[in-house]
């Protein structure tokens, strides 16, 4: 799974825990309310990623155990949420 990263994309294994903070502070500056409520939430959960990794002293997502990556990973839409976005 690629994601945007910077000037370009990596893949989500390799995201550090800035990085995470960054899509955070992006996506907040999108916007929260009607339909963007959804992006808000999305915003929050690569937050608490980056906490998280942080509280583990995980230098990328990859040193995470499987079960918090593919968690994630389905909460920051990576993997398309069950029943599909609509």
């Not at 000037?7 to 502070?25: N, P, V, W």
């Not at 079960?67 to 990576?78: I, N, S």
């Amino acid at each position: 799974m690629l994601v945007p990263a910077g000037d370009g994309k990596i893949a989500f294994g390799e995201i550090t825990a800035e990085a995470a903070r960054e899509q955070s502070r992006a996506l907040k500056e999108i916007g929260s309310f009607g339909p963007l409520a959804r992006v808000a939430k999305v915003a929050l959960s690569w937050a608490q990623l980056a906490a998280l990794m942080g509280e583990r002293e995980a230098e990328q997502v990859r040193d995470l155990d499987e079960k918090t990556v593919v968690d994630f990973a389905e909460r920051l839409w990576l993997i398309p949420p069950v029943g599909g976005l609509i």
